[in-house]
């Protein structure tokens, strides 16, 4: 009995953890990756590092993007994709 006290604390530690830092991350991890697997030719993007422009070519075998800016054409991993904005501006209107 009073082993099973001592673990208690360990086994609540480990739950708030769970609940409140690994599901979190699982969960985002899952979002980001369906929000990369939907992108698609046309869409308005930003990439993490605040680039903004147009995807004019996916490649899924090495998972990477085109994207088109007004200073030419880049080559990005499709994971440096922070957000779209053909649904914002489309919202917007």
């Known amino acids: ?47 993490k590092s605040g ?3 147009k995807i004019s070519d996916i490649n899924e075998g090495n998972q990477t993007v085109v994207i088109e800016t007004s200073a030419g054409k ?3 991993e499709s994971s440096s994709i922070s957000h779209e904005l053909s649904k914002r501006e489309a919202a917007a209107k």
Request: charged share 30%.
């Open 51 to 53: 680039l903004h422009g």
């Open 1 to 47: 009995m009073e082993a099973l006290n001592q673990f208690v604390p360990l086994l609540l530690i480990f739950a708030v953890a769970y609940f409140f830092m690994i599901r979190p991350q699982i969960k985002r991890q899952k979002e980001e990756k369906k929000f990369i697997e939907a992108l698609k030719k046309g869409d308005k993007v930003v990439t």
């Open 74 to 76: 880049l080559k990005f």
